[in-house]
């Protein structure tokens, strides 16, 4: 089975901090994801990364930036936290092949608050 | 843009009867379609999914319908259990997911 972790369940931060999530997964995925799940917005698009050391935007990348060193692994920044980042935050990997999209398989996901 | 349009957003049904969440998609090169259920507390775990070169999919007592005309796929659950309850979410995808807002199922015991 695949297996996604992600490094916290809860977590909670003053505004003004750096915050670091952490997300692994153990199947030799090359596409990793960071979604942000709001009540009535349902799953939004953060970043996403194809390989190693790369990374797109998804279609909220303000305020955050991401890093993938290692292929296993995928790390979402929230810079300086706001208030307004106070979200459910949920990783998901895929693997890539042939011409139609692959299934996403998600982590547990981290509940961020900010203070 | 490209939206996922879903519906209802909560649902009570009795236990042992049917359940069917529907969703509607804009871009028509759209070719996977996932249906996903979140549990309180956990992340979403995929259910069934269906393909653009298929019609239905039918995993025991869940079924998916895939309209490619029309750009609705929906997602029927028999014989439903307390466990069925959760949240639902359909997406649509090409290159990215698109997700629905999501449908809390409550089955009533």
């Known amino acids: 089975d695949v297996k996604v972790t992600q490094s916290s369940r809860y977590l909670v931060k003053r505004t003004g901090e750096k915050v670091f999530l952490e997300c692994v997964q153990d199947?030799?995925?090359?596409?990793m994801f960071w979604y942000r799940q709001d009540p009535g917005l349902g799953l939004r698009l953060i970043y996403f990364s194809y390989d190693v050391k790369m990374k797109e935007k998804g279609d909220i990348p303000e305020g955050y930036s991401v890093s993938r060193e290692k292929k296993e692994r995928f790390s979402l920044i929230l810079e300086s936290a706001s208030t307004n980042q106070t979200s459910m935050y949920l990783c998901?990997?895929?693997?890539?092949?042939?011409?139609?999209?692959?299934?996403?398989?998600f982590g547990p996901g981290t509940r961020l608050t900010v203070l | 843009g490209e939206n996922v349009e879903q519906h209802p957003s909560t649902l009570s049904v009795q236990e042992g009867d049917s359940a069917v969440i529907k969703c509607t998609y804009s871009?028509?090169?759209?070719?996977?379609f996932p249906w996903y259920k979140q549990e309180l507390g956990k992340g979403p775990q995929l259910i069934i999914d269906i393909r653009s070169n298929v019609g239905e999919k039918k995993d025991q007592r869940i079924a998916v319908t895939l309209n490619k005309t029309a750009k609705h796929f929906s997602l029927h659950i028999t014989e439903t259990q307390p466990e069925d309850s959760a949240v639902y979410f359909c997406a649509a995808s090409l290159n990215k997911y698109i997700f629905g807002t999501g449908t809390r199922l409550k089955v009533l015991a």
């Open positions: 199947m030799d995925h090359e596409n």
């Open positions: 998901a990997s895929s693997q890539t092949s042939g011409s139609y999209t692959d299934t996403q398989y």
């Open positions: 871009d028509s090169a759209s070719n996977y």
